[in-house]
């Protein structure tokens, strides 16, 4: 697990570099959104790191709340119509509002997590929803944001069974941990090729 995380870091690092180095093809506000996305991944990992397992909750607690805004405001700024903006809008509310209550009811923090991952979910959808009807659809393939959501969405589904299992206490098998490590792997790697591939082309 040890080995997965370092790579993990490693990716998240190179994710992040890379926009850096290409922000001025990809700027936009959703580019500012998803470049804090990466930047408090590496944070909470990098804090993670270096804390005593088992007593590192309240760090990814706190992460939550970012992990989530960012995501929030990537959909928000992509988001063309009215209907998606409220969506993103009032789930945030919703979001934030259980969030607060967690920090009150202290039981309800073990599944702010969990929560995240069913909020964002529908964010992902509706972005595929709005660039089938549109005219983008042609290009889809060089479209950053399009490839950034299939990783999102790989990285949201196939880790959702795994952390739900976790925060339950039923998932005692750490070898099992290792595929939410590989599925994050996975969704570097794609946001890493996409930006790669997008600047040659976009140059």
Known sequence: MEAFQNNIIFLE???????????????SKQFYFFIGYLMFAILADFIGGIIEVGSDAWLYNIYTFFEYSSVAGIYYFLANKQLSKKVVFFVSILFYL?????????????????????????FLFLYFQELLNSKKIINYKKQLFFWITV?????????LPFITL??????????????????????????????????????
């Open 151 to 159: 990783g999102l969405l790989i990285y949201y589904f196939g880790t």
């Open 98 to 122: 259980i969030y607060t209550i967690s920090f009150i009811y202290h039981p309800l923090q073990r599944y702010t997590v969990i929560i995240l991952h069913f909020c964002v979910v529908p």
């Open 166 to 203: 976790s925060f339950i206490g039923e998932l005692q098998n750490k070898i099992l941990w290792n595929i939410p490590a590989v599925i994050l792997i996975i969704m570097h790697l794609i946001f890493i090729v996409s930006l790669i591939w997008l600047r040659k082309i976009r140059k």
């Open 13 to 27: 690092i190179a994710s992040l570099l890379l926009c850096l180095i290409f922000f001025n093809i990809f700027k």
